[in-house]
């Protein structure tokens, strides 16, 4: 299971939509240790100034790697979380997280992270089953 639901809130997404508050109030309350790592990449991004920052530290466990998966690989999560953070999340393997300001998107440090180049070249051995 992805999210650990309130009741209250199921019921509420049951009758009609949900605001983007309550989700990612959710959504944090759920996948603490994806909501850190995303919070904080957010941080330095906003702390230095730039269009990006990323975070390349391997999860300590399988569970915390699992909420970094389940955060990134939904739209609907991914989507909240860069709605409420003003940024564009990117992701590699199973660990690299990065942040972007809108007006960097396109830009030329966005589309070398997302390119195939820019995975194949963060790739090692010790992350062959990331």
Known sequence: MSLDVPT???ERAEVGPVDDAE???????????????ISGVVGDLHASGGEFADHEVPPPSEA???????????????GG?????EVKLAFQNCHRVA?????????E???AF?????????????LRDC
């Open 99 to 107: 942040a972007f300001t809108p007006a960097a998107v396109g830009g």
């Open 64 to 78: 915390e790697r699992g909420q970094l998966l389940r955060a990134l690989a939904s739209d609907a999560i991914r």
């Open 23 to 37: 989700f990612v109030a959710c959504v944090r309350d759920s996948l603490p240790y994806a909501w850190t790592v």
């Open 114 to 126: 997302v390119s195939p180049r820019g995975q194949l070249l963060n790739q090692s051995p010790e």
């Open 81 to 85: 979380l860069e709605r409420h953070f």
């Open 109 to 111: 440090r966005y589309q």
């Open 8 to 10: 209250a809130l199921l």
